[in-house]
Structure formats: structure tokens, C-alpha cells
């Protein structure tokens, strides 16, 4: 009894795995859209149609079971109506199953179960039944949105899907009076233009489309993927106006609101640590509900709303911190975060906002960029390269915007060490840190924080020569006690880096293809120095090498010198593109496979 267990949990264990290597190996395999139509339809009175509509094949039981079993549909009741218009599935033999009532369940999103404010949203759970391999799954629905639903009609329309499209359809309809402003990303392809009954039809047709990559450190925002933005508002600003004419936008407090900032006042006059205090109130305190904007029909609620219900959306926590700090006189401002290759100000589409952020001024301090969210410990601007920002504010009469330079995210990392015995290493180190590489924030509010930022190393010491926004210089006195590990008569000792360098990057083991860009935490030129003082008795195994790569990406530098007693050992990397071009991939595999090469992380040495 025990062996056909034993026997059936090897079977269970063994299926999982090799459904999950197939999975992984060929994902784009597992189903295929034999046709997808995605329909929108403008209504004179400003009431819009969607309608959805696809034929799904399935070619594995792991697509039946894990994959596409259900169908969900997320609508916003207050302003939406679902209607399933047909849902059915053709079994492999050519049977046609039509789903079941019970198969159609409405449930609470996700996101929305914590979320009181938010418990009206629904989702329909559509199970399809009838499923086995080289079944097909019809399904047809269609979301009425009423003309209070969207600040005007727009959209954002990513094209690929989770499995390859063999034939996609989308059409957009628009009355005949009216002109819709679109661009298409990624994809060379026009629409076919044509007129039906009083309507203006914009029809695109698209042929084979690839899958959506799974490769890991893709970019997040998916603006490298074949998509579409329309409009029918004359442009952003027209939008803009309407979206910002919300009570939510003039920043009242209540009284309990009040009372913690005079609290705060009354305590500390620096402005600086009163907007680190109050972000962290807002980003501990105060529940983030991850309700997507279109969701919430681009409505914030105000202030002091969500203060009362101890929750909010990003742009309502956003909203919130922001008002608290204009009640204690600090100069603050929301904006909008677009990619640049959204921001048009021609189209008014709302839903290329991807974060929102606050713009801080303190009268002694630089600028500085902060988040309701999570607590950041270095000036956000640093990370909003290639961004452009929309300040959120109904006083201004037209858009104002802000673009934030590249920054040069720079650690120089010099150390002397003396290796006193096998049990201990002294020596002195310094640290230069730059960009977002300068946690300035962190040490601003304990410089103690310092004492972490080298690894593998016991901080005797340590002297902050100089502490701003862009940049830092630590000194630092430091110890490794039991530093080596020793096989036979050769000691092997990890030398210490940085913490916030490219070292803190979670790099999985780079495939040998990828069909997608990869998207690394932040550029950087980061270097070190170490010089070891080798004690007598001893001698260094590591030879003398160096290794100088450089390419279209940026370079690596490697050395090991030796002089007498003394062991120098040289490490640069510099990456330019917080992007990586698929194109270029193999450039990058280059730079990181010599950069994480053991080789020049190690001292070894022989007694």
C-alpha cells in the first residue's frame, strides 16, 4: 500500500514538473485565438459599446485545467451593463456544448475585496464546459458604459494576448460628426476607413500575432508591445479639464487631519522631515486599494473621504498626502507619470497615465519627487528618465508638463584592507554614491543606515563627508572577522560590494534566447578598488588577468594586479540603457556574464 503511494505521489510530482518544463519551454503552444474581435461603438448620447468576441482553440490539458478554463469579465455596475450574447464550446468531434447558467458567476474582484468603497465593482466568472484538447471556445459578450462612465470616449488597447492571435479584429465606430484622433504603437498597420449607417468605422485587421513574452525582466509598462490609443476629445487638455474638475482636487482637511499636522508642527520645523513623516504616516497608515483608475470611471474620491475610510486608490493616497502636506504650508503638487511613448498631447486618453507621484518643494531643500505608495529612499526623479510628467492641478490654464534628465547613477567603492590573519581583515574604505544609487533620503533620516550599505563587513567607523540629494561620500573603518573559507591550504574570501548597486539586482540565469526586451532597475557605472595587504606565510592564487569589454551597451573592466605583498583587484561595469533592445541581447549577456564572473569576486590565497 505504501509503495503504490509512494508510487502515485512520483507520478503526481513528475506530471507536475513536466507539464510546468513544457509550459515554459513552449508557452505560445498551449492555445491559439482563431479569431478575436474587439469592438467599440460611440453613441450620440456619449454612451459607448464594447463588444468582445473570440474563438479559442485549446491544444493541451494544461491550458484546459490551468491556463483558460474561465473567462473573466470585471465591469463597474454603477456605469456598466454586461450582457453574455452567446457562449458555447465546439468539441473536437464537432459536438456543440452550450454553457450552462450555472457556469456564469459573479463575484468580487480581486482587488476590490478589502476595499469598501470599491464592493460594488463585479466580475463575471464564465467556466466553459465541454473542454478537451483541439476544442474550440466560442464566447460573446458586450459591456454597455453610460456617458458618465469616461471623462470623454478614449482608450488604450494593448494587442497582443497571452496566446498567439491568429486573426485580429478591431474596430472602432464613432458617429459621423465626430473625429477620432488614434496612433498605433509598435505595428505598421492603418485602418480601413469606411461609413455605415451615419456611423464613421475604423477597422484594423491584424494577421498572426505573436503571444505576449513571458520572459522574465520584461519592461513593465508594455509600451515595446503592438498597440493602439484613440480619442474622440480635440486633445489631451480637453480631457485634462474634466478629468481634474473634481472636488478632490482642491485639498480640504478635516479636523483629525488638521490636528496631526499642527502635531507635527509643533514638534519640528524642519520641512524636510515633516514630508518624510507625513509620507510615511500616508504610506503605513492608510491602506492602498489597488483598484485600476478606469475601474473608479477616472473618479477620485476626496480627501478627507479617504482619511475617514482609512483606504484609497493610488490617486486618492496620492491626493491625500498631498493635501496633508499643503496643511503644513509645504509647496506640493500631483502629477501624472506617462512613458513618452504614450504622452500625446494631441489625444486625450487618460489611460496612458501609468503612476502618479507628488512634486515636493521645501524651501531649503532641492525639489524632490516622493510616492504615497511606498516609502522611497532617494529622490524619485532619479527613476523618471524617458517619462513625462503632468502636473494635476485645476488652477493652471494649460497643461503643464515636466521631463527629468538622465541622471548618472554612479558607486565608486575604494578599500585598503590588511589581512592581519586568517581570522581577520582591517582596513579603511570608501564609498561615493550618486542618482538613485544614493540613498540620501535614508541616511537623511538615520545616518546609521550607513553602517549597512557595504556587505560581509563589520563597520568600526564610519564619517559622512558629505550628505545631498545627488550625491554622498561615506568614510568608513571597517572589519571581516572569520573572513575566508578554507579547503585544504587555500582560503577563499567574497570580497565585499555595495548594496545599492548593481549587486541588489535580481538577475535570473539569462536563457539563450528571449523574445522580449529586458528591463533592468536603473543604468549605472559603478567601480571598485580593493588593495589587500598579504601577510607573509601566505601567497595569492589569483592571477594576473584583465579582461576589457565594451559595446554598443557600455563596458566592463576587470584586473587583478599583484606587487610584491600586494594584491590589487579592479572591477567597472557601465550600463547606459535602462532598456535592453532584444536586438542586443547578446551584448548584454556578455557585459553580465564577465561582470558575475567568480573569478574576479574572490581572493584567494595559499598557506
Not at 282 to 296: A, C, F, G, Q, R
Not at 312 to 335: N, Y
Not at 375 to 396: E, V
Not at 573 to 595: C, M, R, T
Request: hydrophobic content about 40%.
Amino acid at each position: 500500500m505504501k509503495n503504490r503511494i509512494l508510487k502515485y505521489i512520483l507520478i503526481l510530482v513528475f506530471g507536475i514538473f513536466s507539464g510546468n518544463l513544457v509550459h515554459a519551454q513552449d508557452y505560445q503552444s498551449e492555445a491559439t485565438y482563431l479569431k478575436l474581435v474587439k469592438e467599440y461603438q460611440l453613441n450620440k448620447d456619449g454612451s459607448f459599446d464594447f463588444n468582445y468576441s473570440k474563438q479559442f482553440k485549446l491544444n493541451s490539458y494544461y491550458a484546459i485545467n490551468r491556463l483558460y478554463g474561465e473567462t473573466f469579465i470585471i465591469y463597474n455596475p454603477k456605469y456598466q451593463d454586461l450582457k453574455i450574447n452567446e457562449a458555447y464550446t465546439i468539441m473536437a468531434d464537432g459536438k456543440k456544448v452550450v454553457t450552462p447558467e450555472n457556469a456564469f458567476n459573479e463575484v468580487l474582484p480581486r482587488y476590490a475585496a478589502n476595499a469598501p468603497a470599491f464592493n460594488h465593482l463585479r466580475e463575471m466568472v464564465v467556466t466553459h464546459t465541454g473542454l478537451e484538447r483541439n476544442a474550440i471556445i466560442n464566447l460573446d459578450y458586450t459591456i454597455h458604459s453610460s456617458k458618465d462612465f469616461l471623462p470623454d470616449f478614449f482608450g488604450k488597447e494593448i494587442l497582443t494576448e497571452s496566446a498567439p492571435v491568429n486573426e485580429m479584429i478591431f474596430r472602432i465606430k464613432v458617429p459621423a460628426d465626430k473625429t477620432l484622433q488614434f496612433k498605433t504603437l509598435n505595428i505598421r498597420t492603418s485602418p480601413e476607413i469606411t461609413d455605415e449607417n451615419g456611423l464613421k468605422v475604423y477597422t484594423w485587421t491584424f494577421k498572426n500575432l505573436q503571444a505576449r513574452s513571458h520572459d522574465r525582466l520584461r519592461p513593465a509598462n508594455n509600451f515595446f508591445l503592438p498597440g493602439i490609443i484613440f480619442s474622440t476629445a480635440k486633445d489631451l487638455h480637453r480631457v485634462y479639464d474634466k478629468f481634474i474638475d473634481n472636488k478632490s482636487f482642491y485639498y480640504i482637511s478635516n479636523k483629525a487631519m488638521t490636528a496631526i499636522v499642527d502635531d507635527m508642527l509643533a514638534k519640528e520645523k524642519d520641512q524636510m522631515k515633516i514630508i518624510l513623516d507625513l509620507q510615511k504616516l500616508v504610506v503605513s497608515d492608510i491602506n492602498y486599494w489597488h483598484v485600476p483608475l478606469e475601474m473608479t470611471a477616472y473618479k477620485c474620491r476626496k480627501a478627507v473621504e479617504v482619511w475617514n475610510t482609512n483606504g484609497g486608490t493610488a490617486l486618492e493616497k496620492t491626493m491625500l498626502l498631498t493635501t496633508m502636506l499643503i496643511k503644513a504650508g509645504i509647496r506640493a503638487v500631483p502629477v501624472a507619470v506617462i512613458p513618452d511613448k504614450f504622452y500625446d498631447p494631441a489625444i486625450g486618453c487618460l489611460e496612458t497615465f501609468d503612476n502618479f507621484l507628488i512634486q515636493v518643494n521645501p524651501k531649503k531643500q532641492e525639489q524632490i519627487y516622493i510616492s504615497a505608495l511606498q516609502l522611497n529612499d532617494h529622490n524619485l526623479k532619479y527613476d523618471l528618465s524617458g517619462m513625462t510628467l503632468l502636473t494635476l492641478d485645476p488652477a493652471i490654464e494649460s497643461l503643464k508638463t515636466y521631463k527629468c534628465e538622465p541622471s548618472e547613477n554612479k558607486i565608486v567603492f575604494e578599500c585598503d584592507l590588511n589581512i592581519e590573519s586568517t581570522n581577520k581583515i582591517s582596513g579603511e574604505a570608501t564609498i561615493k554614491l550618486s542618482g538613485n544609487s544614493n540613498p540620501y533620503i535614508n541616511l537623511f533620516k538615520n545616518d546609521k543606515k550607513a553602517e549597512n550599505f557595504i556587505s560581509s563587513v563589520k563597520v568600526i567607523d564610519f564619517d559622512i563627508k558629505k550628505l545631498k540629494m545627488d550625491y554622498s561620500k561615506i568614510d568608513y573603518t571597517i572589519e571581516i572577522n572569520d573572513p575566508f573559507e578554507k579547503h585544504d591550504n587555500y582560503y577563499f574570501l567574497n570580497i565585499p560590494q555595495i548594496k545599492e548597486g548593481s549587486g541588489s539586482w535580481y538577475l535570473p540565469l539569462l536563457t539563450e534566447n528571449r523574445s522580449a526586451n529586458i528591463e533592468i532597475p536603473f543604468t549605472i557605472n559603478e567601480s571598485y578598488e580593493y588593495s589587500f595587504v598579504i601577510p607573509k606565510g601566505f601567497s595569492v592564487v589569483n592571477p594576473v588577468n584583465k579582461v576589457e569589454i565594451t559595446n554598443d551597451l557600455g563596458s566592463v573592466y576587470l584586473e587583478i594586479k599583484k606587487n610584491k605583498d600586494k594584491l590589487k583587484i579592479i572591477r567597472k561595469i557601465v550600463l547606459n540603457n535602462k532598456i535592453i533592445d532584444l536586438n542586443k541581447y547578446d551584448d548584454f549577456k556578455e557585459l553580465i556574464k564577465a561582470w558575475k564572473n567568480k573569478k574576479y569576486r574572490q581572493l584567494i590565497v595559499k598557506e
